[in-house]
């Protein structure tokens, strides 16, 4: 009924007050943050949240986060790399400390999303710190009991830029993961750094003929050269679904 959803979108736009309860360091660089949202009206993965700081003068930033993790009542969790020259990323990876309020809003999207019920095998591509969506897509699989099988290309600089790497590596059965480094690779790892390829999301993405779902996410120029492959491979472009992660100041 429209009557019953207009309530529900306009709670989305609320600012509510986030209190920071938890955080667990990915990389020495990037920071998952566990946050309690009290009134959190739940979300689907791939959804972001806006994050918005405000200092003591009143002056403000607000920034886009996407949220890592599967529904769990009033918690969500977010992670963020620290970009050096940022704003907000070296405060929530350096500063806010557990006990301390963030406002956030959200959740944020309606088409980059999964749900439970979407019987397709899905193919996932990430650039970086394009994992956190998709890493909510491969928890909530598992959170719903979901047998519809996953593969994760995982592109990263070097194997200690690798977020939730102890989660990845643990068996989850029909969830493939195929790592994929760009300057350095572990001795002895069957394939040369090198940038994404259309042999690798031949290899290792679901083929065209299995009519998988596509998500891409990561950094604007990576997220354009996978989809392009893609749909060189012979994916129907409806079927890839993107994330553009840029700059989101405003
Ligand atoms: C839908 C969406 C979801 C996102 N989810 C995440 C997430 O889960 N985790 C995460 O860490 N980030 C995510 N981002 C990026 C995030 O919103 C910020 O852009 C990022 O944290 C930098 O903010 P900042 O204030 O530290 O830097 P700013 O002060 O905004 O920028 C500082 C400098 O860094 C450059 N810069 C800013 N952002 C980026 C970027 N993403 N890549 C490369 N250079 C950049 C700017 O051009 C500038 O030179 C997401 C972006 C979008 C649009």
Known sequence: MAGTAVPGRLTRLEWRVARLVETRDETPTARTLVLDVPGWPGHLAGQ???VRLTAADGYSA????SLAAAPDGDRVELTVQNVPDGEVSPYLTGVFSVGDPVEIRGPVGGWFVWRPDDPAPVTLVAGGAG???LMAMVRARRAAGSRVPFRLVYSVRTPDERWYAGELRRPDPGVEVFPLYTRAAPDGW????GRLAKGDLAGWGWPPEFDPACFVCGPTGFVEAAADLLVALGHDPRRIRTERFGPTGG
């Open 62 to 65: 607000q920034r886009s986060y």
């Open 131 to 133: 994992v956190a969506p």
């Open 190 to 193: 069957p394939r040369p750094p």
């Open 48 to 50: 972001h949240v806006d």
